[in-house]
C-alpha cells in the first residue's frame, strides 16, 4: 500500500493537479475568453458546449459574460463533480450543467449549440481528429467551433518535449501554428478570427512563491506538511519544466465558422 506521500510523487498530472484543486483556466488566461466572447456573437437564448472543461472554471465565466446557457463535458469523473459542486457554489446550476463524456463520441444531436468551445482541453484528447468532427457535427450552420491552442513558434530542444510528453501522458510534437489551424479546417471549418495571446515571464522566486501559494490554499488545510512538501515540489518541478516550454510557445485562440453556404471570393479584403 502506498502512504500518502508517495501517492502524490506518483499521481499522474490531471489526477495531481485535481487532488490541488487547481481551477485550471484557459492557457493564455482570461484575455482568451474574453477574445472569444466578443467575436462569437452569444446571446442569452443561446446554448454552448465546452469541451473537456475541467473543473469548469471557463464553463461558468462564458456563461457570466453572455447570459447563455452551457453545458460542459470531461471524460474525467471527479472533473464533472468538482466543476458541478463549484457551480452550485455560485448558484449557477440552472444556467449551466456537466456530464461526463468522451469528446471522442458527443452524445448530443447533430446542430444543437451557436458555440462549440475547447479552451485547450482539445490537446488532451486522444483522437484529436474524431473530437474535432464531433465539435462540428453539434455545432450549429453559421456557428462557431473555437479552441485555444499551444504552438511551437521556436525550435524546441526535443528533450523539452519529450518530458513533456512523459509528464501529461500526451503525443506533443513540434506543431506550428499553420498544422494547427489545418487540423480545423480539413473539418469543413473556415477561420473566422485568429488572436494571439501573451504568456507572462516567470522567474525562480515568482514560481516558488507560487508553489508555496498553491499548497498553503485553506482549501488544502487537511494535507499533513509532508504532503505539503510533497505536492510543493511536485509542482515546482512541472512548473519549471512549463516555464522552460514557454519559452518556445505561442498560445492562439482560433475562432472557426460553420459556414452554410460556401461565400464568393472577396479579392480586396485583407
Ligand atoms: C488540462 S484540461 C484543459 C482544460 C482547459 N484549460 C479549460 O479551461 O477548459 C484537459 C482536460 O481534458 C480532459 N480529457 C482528456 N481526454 C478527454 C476525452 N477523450 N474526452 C473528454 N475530456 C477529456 C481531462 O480529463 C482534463 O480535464
Not at 1 to 19: C, G
Not at 28 to 54: P, R, Y
Not at 104 to 110: E, N, R, T, V
Not at 229 to 241: G, P, Q, V
Request: hydrophobic share 40%; proline share 2%; with cysteine.
Amino acid at each position: 500500500m502506498q502512504n500518502a506521500v508517495e501517492k502524490i510523487i506518483t499521481m499522474p498530472y490531471v489526477d495531481f493537479m485535481a487532488f490541488l484543486k487547481e481551477t485550471n483556466r484557459a492557457p493564455g488566461g482570461e484575455k482568451m475568453l474574453t477574445e472569444m466572447i466578443k467575436n462569437v456573437f452569444l446571446h442569452s437564448d443561446a446554448k454552448f458546449l465546452h469541451i473537456a472543461c475541467n473543473t469548469g472554471s471557463s464553463t461558468r465565466e462564458v456563461a457570466k459574460l453572455t447570459g447563455a446557457k452551457g453545458i460542459g463535458i470531461d471524460i474525467n469523473e471527479n472533473m464533472v463533480t468538482t466543476a458541478t459542486e463549484l457551480t452550485a457554489k455560485e448558484e449557477m446550476s440552472e444556467q449551466v450543467s456537466y456530464k461526463v463524456m468522451n469528446a471522442q463520441s458527443l452524445d448530443f444531436s447533430d446542430a444543437e449549440f451557436n458555440l462549440v468551445f475547447s479552451a485547450g482541453g482539445v490537446a488532451f484528447v486522444p483522437d484529436k481528429k474524431k473530437a474535432i468532427a464531433e465539435m462540428v457535427r453539434v455545432c450549429k450552420d453559421d456557428g462557431f467551433v473555437a479552441d485555444v491552442v499551444m504552438y511551437y513558434k521556436k525550435d524546441a530542444p526535443q528533450y523539452i518535449i519529450d518530458e513533456m510528453n512523459n509528464l501529461m501522458n500526451l503525443n506533443i510534437q513540434k506543431w506550428g501554428i499553420d498544422y494547427r489551424v489545418d487540423t480545423y479546417e480539413e473539418q469543413g471549418l473556415k477561420l473566422f478570427h485568429k488572436y494571439e495571446g501573451e504568456y507572462a515571464h516567470v522567474d525562480h522566486k515568482k514560481l516558488l512563491e507560487y508553489c508555496r501559494y498553491m499548497v498553503n490554499r485553506p482549501e488544502l488545510s487537511e494535507l499533513s506538511a509532508d504532503e505539503k512538501k510533497a505536492a510543493e515540489y511536485k509542482l515546482f518541478r512541472i512548473m519549471s519544466l512549463f516555464t522552460e516550454n514557454h519559452k518556445y510557445l505561442g498560445a492562439s485562440l482560433l475562432i472557426f465558422r460553420k459556414k452554410s453556404v460556401n461565400e464568393q471570393w472577396s479579392l480586396f479584403s485583407a
